[in-house]
């Protein structure tokens, strides 16, 4: 359906327009002409889907000379970035309305500019529950004649705590009036909001979560704990994304990465909600102008966030919903181009989460081995190649500078290796040594020499050799045939182990808890006096307590991988310098 199939005023019709709007999303056509009638809607959407739109231009639309100086439509958002978009998103749609006045009010910004808008005649508001709060109190925001409220990304105030502001807000405001409510999920809280302060409302929902991955390429990759600041490296330098995103669970992550991915001369920045209101839009502001190429972030501070032409996503941690893995990947594949989006897994509980996602999602998740840095540099190479090869001829400056260079005894094979080296060696001297050694393949460890790992729990926290043993399997990603005798004392536990593997396998186990217990892992050096209860895995019968999976190493087989979702073989074919 088009836009110009509905009945809006011809000013609306050319301000689409100009934004290039012609066809209407699902939701935009399920909901505009509700709203229009000025029903109280449910929508469930997704990010990416147009929602923003759907309730805006009809908002943009109530507005009559009437509502020049009063407030008639609020819309509630769960952060300042989703505000400010979706402010600005208004005022695009208001350009040829001249009476429409959009302002956003919202923490970590000027109180007193904030009032001054307001009070020069805004009747349209978008804000945060706790900064619409704060202008209530002061009766700098009067909602006495307010028409139309809306809330947008319901459920995501609500997981932020925002419950009890927006109740009262909603109670603050005339009876007679127009609710409405956009959410990704219902949970029960939505629905008694809905049944409490909507009236007889109607329900949209459209099947978001297939039509939002559906154009985005998704991969997986298997990484060592601490490593995955490493592979994250090699992903970006092999890929080579012009914009990308990569999303952290927690604020500190985000500084830590934002600050690691700098130092190896990458273009990056962090975004979080700790960060001033000035921080953050001067971060937005270089992310939007391509002046920085990746932008690290938590979910909750990315909300809102609509930048064209990210390339790529990648999850440097799992997300902790299923819906969270649907707007972090959205960002990517807009507007009908393609994305990518690339998640790393430290363990077989991961593995477990990711494929549940992909069930969900409907979307196939496929598993890639992490790029070889000798790949990398080859692929770089090649690259250099051709663009030297596709250059313009030089101006004739440059022969006159070779032939300069020549008198000094540089000829021009010489130069142009030196100018060509340096700038290889600029691309490649940040990419992290990946070398670690795979675990050995099923029946490998026959002749190979081996150590002891010594693990800090033993009989008094109730270790078992089969908890033992299950999570080394679930930590590393190792077959348990690559594990062999087990000693059990009191108060640790010795394993034995290939020397080969070590390193991965303490870099690999440092994080992992047994029976509840956190649990250290270093090389044993011998000398215990306890007396131990041992088990060796090599003459075991009880191979199937914690269930190895044989199939494949922690880095991803190159010959075997694991598959989520709906596996199509000739779907896409991974190429070296694909980004």
């Not at 405001?173 to 409302?201: H, W």
């Not at 690290?296 to 909300?303: E, G, L, Q």
């Not at 998740?365 to 690259?383: G, M, N, R, Y």
């Not at 679930?474 to 059990?488: E, L, P």
């Given at each position: 359906?088009?836009?110009?199939?509905?009945?809006?005023?011809?000013?609306?019709?050319?301000?689409?327009?100009?934004?290039?709007?012609?066809?209407?999303?699902?939701?935009?056509?399920?909901?505009?002409?509700?709203?229009?009638?000025?029903?109280?809607?449910?929508?469930?959407?997704?990010?990416?889907?147009?929602?923003?739109?759907?309730?805006?231009?009809?908002?943009?639309?109530?507005?009559?000379?009437?509502?020049?100086?009063?407030?008639?439509?609020?819309?509630?958002?769960?952060?300042?970035?989703?505000?400010?978009?979706?402010?600005?998103?208004?005022?695009?749609?208001?350009?040829?309305?001249?009476?429409?006045?959009?302002?956003?009010?919202?923490?970590?910004?000027?109180?007193?500019?904030?009032?001054?808008?307001?009070?020069?005649?805004?009747?349209?508001?978008?804000?945060?529950?706790?900064?619409?709060?704060?202008?209530?109190?002061?009766?700098?925001?009067?909602?006495?004649?307010?028409?139309?409220?809306?809330?947008?990304?319901?459920?995501?105030?609500?997981?932020?705590?925002?419950?009890?502001?927006?109740?009262?807000?909603?109670?603050?405001?005339?009876?007679?009036?127009?609710?409405?409510?956009?959410?990704?999920?219902?949970?029960?809280?939505?629905?008694?909001?809905?049944?409490?302060?909507?009236?007889?409302?109607?329900?949209?929902?459209?099947?978001?979560?297939?039509?939002?991955?559906?154009?985005?390429?998704?991969?997986?990759?298997?990484?060592?704990?601490?490593?995955?600041?490493?592979?994250?490296?090699?992903?970006?330098?092999?890929?080579?994304?012009?914009?990308?995103?990569?999303?952290?669970?927690?604020?500190?992550?985000?500084?830590?990465?934002?600050?690691?991915?700098?130092?190896?001369?990458?273009?990056?920045?962090?975004?979080?909600?700790?960060?001033?209101?000035?921080?953050?839009?001067?971060?937005?502001?270089?992310?939007?102008?391509?002046?920085?190429?990746?932008?690290?972030?938590?979910?909750?501070?990315?909300?809102?966030?609509?930048?064209?032409?990210?390339?790529?996503?990648?999850?440097?941690?799992?997300?902790?919903?299923?819906?969270?893995?649907?707007?972090?990947?959205?960002?990517?594949?807009?507007?009908?181009?393609?994305?990518?989006?690339?998640?790393?897994?430290?363990?077989?509980?991961?593995?477990?989460?990711?494929?549940?996602?992909?069930?969900?999602?409907?979307?196939?998740?496929?598993?890639?081995?992490?790029?070889?840095?000798?790949?990398?540099?080859?692929?770089?190479?090649?690259?250099?190649?051709?663009?030297?090869?596709?250059?313009?001829?030089?101006?004739?400056?440059?022969?006159?500078?070779?032939?300069?260079?020549?008198?000094?005894?540089?000829?021009?094979?010489?130069?142009?290796?030196r100018l060509i080296g340096g700038r290889l060696q600029k691309e490649i001297e940040s990419l992290p040594e990946f070398d670690m050694p795979k675990p050995?393949?099923?029946?490998?460890?026959?002749?190979?020499?081996?150590?002891?790992?010594?693990?800090?729990?033993?009989?008094?926290?109730?270790?078992?050799?089969?908890?033992?043993?299950?999570?080394?399997?679930?930590?590393?990603?190792?077959?348990?045939?690559?594990?062999?005798?087990?000693?059990?004392?009191?108060?640790?536990?010795?394993?034995?182990?290939?020397?080969?593997?070590?390193?991965?396998?303490?870099?690999?186990?440092?994080?992992?808890?047994?029976?509840?217990?956190?649990?250290?892992?270093?090389?044993?050096?011998?000398?215990?006096?306890?007396?131990?209860?041992?088990?060796?895995?090599?003459?075991?019968?009880?191979?199937?307590?914690?269930?190895?999976?044989?199939?494949?190493?922690?880095?991803?087989?190159?010959?075997?991988?694991?598959?989520?979702?709906?596996?199509?073989?000739?779907?896409?074919?991974?190429?070296?310098?694909?980004?």
């Amino acid at each position: 359906m088009q836009f110009n199939e509905l009945n809006l005023s011809q000013d609306i019709l050319r301000a689409v327009e100009e934004l290039g709007f012609s066809e209407m999303t699902e939701i935009q056509q399920e909901s505009i002409p509700l709203l229009l009638q000025g029903r109280d809607v449910v929508g469930r959407s997704n990010t990416g889907t147009g929602k923003t739109a759907a309730f805006g231009i009809p908002a943009v639309e109530s507005i009559t000379e009437n509502d020049k100086k009063t407030v008639s439509v609020l819309i509630l958002c769960p952060t300042r970035e989703l505000a400010m978009q979706a402010c600005e998103e208004i005022r695009k749609f208001a350009k040829y309305k001249r009476i429409v006045k959009a302002s956003a009010v919202y923490g970590g910004a000027s109180m007193e500019r904030q009032i001054m808008e307001l009070k020069r005649g805004a009747n349209i508001v978008i804000g945060t529950p706790g900064r619409v709060m704060d202008h209530i109190r002061r009766r700098t925001l009067k909602l006495d004649n307010l028409r139309t409220v809306i809330l947008d990304e319901a459920d995501e105030m609500l997981n932020m705590g925002f419950r009890e502001d927006i109740e009262a807000i909603l109670a603050d405001v005339p009876e007679e009036r127009q609710t409405v409510l956009f959410s990704a999920t219902m949970p029960p809280e939505i629905l008694a909001i809905t049944e409490k302060y909507q009236r007889d409302p109607i329900q949209v929902k459209i099947k978001s979560a297939q039509k939002t991955v559906e154009l985005i390429d998704q991969y997986w990759f298997m990484v060592a704990m601490g490593r995955k600041t490493d592979a994250l490296k090699l992903l970006l330098a092999a890929y080579s994304p012009e914009s990308a995103m990569v999303f952290c669970n927690t604020k500190k992550t985000v500084d830590e990465l934002s600050e690691e991915l700098i130092k190896s001369g990458i273009r990056a920045a962090g975004l979080h909600g700790d960060m001033k209101q000035a921080q953050r839009t001067q971060v937005m502001n270089s992310f939007k102008a391509k002046t920085t190429a990746v932008l690290v972030a938590t979910d909750v501070a990315a909300r809102g966030i609509d930048v064209s032409g990210i390339d790529a996503v990648f999850n440097y941690d799992l997300p902790q919903d299923n819906e969270y893995y649907i707007h972090r990947i959205g960002r990517t594949g807009r507007a009908g181009m393609k994305g990518t989006a690339y998640t790393l897994i430290t363990s077989r509980r991961q593995q477990y989460d990711l494929k549940d996602i992909a069930r969900y999602t409907k979307a196939t998740i496929a598993e890639l081995p992490l790029p070889d840095k000798e790949d990398i540099i080859s692929a770089k190479t090649d690259a250099m190649i051709r663009e030297i090869a596709e250059a313009p001829r030089p101006i004739e400056n440059a022969y006159d500078i070779l032939d300069r260079l020549a008198a000094k005894g540089v000829d021009y094979r010489e130069a142009a290796a030196r100018l060509i080296g340096g700038r290889l060696q600029k691309e490649i001297e940040s990419l992290p040594e990946f070398d670690m050694p795979k675990p050995l393949k099923k029946g490998g460890r026959a002749g190979a020499r081996t150590v002891k790992i010594d693990l800090s729990i033993g009989r008094t926290k109730k270790a078992a050799p089969n908890f033992i043993l299950g999570a080394l399997v679930d930590a590393t990603g190792m077959s348990g045939q690559d594990f062999g005798k087990i000693d059990i004392f009191d108060t640790h536990t010795t394993v034995e182990v290939p020397e080969a593997e070590y390193d991965y396998i303490l870099d690999s186990a440092n994080s992992m808890k047994i029976n509840g217990h956190k649990v250290e892992v270093k090389l044993y050096k011998g000398g215990s006096k306890e007396k131990s209860y041992s088990k060796d895995r090599n003459r075991s019968s009880n191979r199937k307590a914690a269930k190895p999976d044989r199939k494949k190493s922690a880095y991803g087989s190159r010959k075997k991988t694991e598959i989520f979702g709906d596996y199509t073989p000739n779907r896409r074919k991974r190429t070296k310098n694909r980004h």
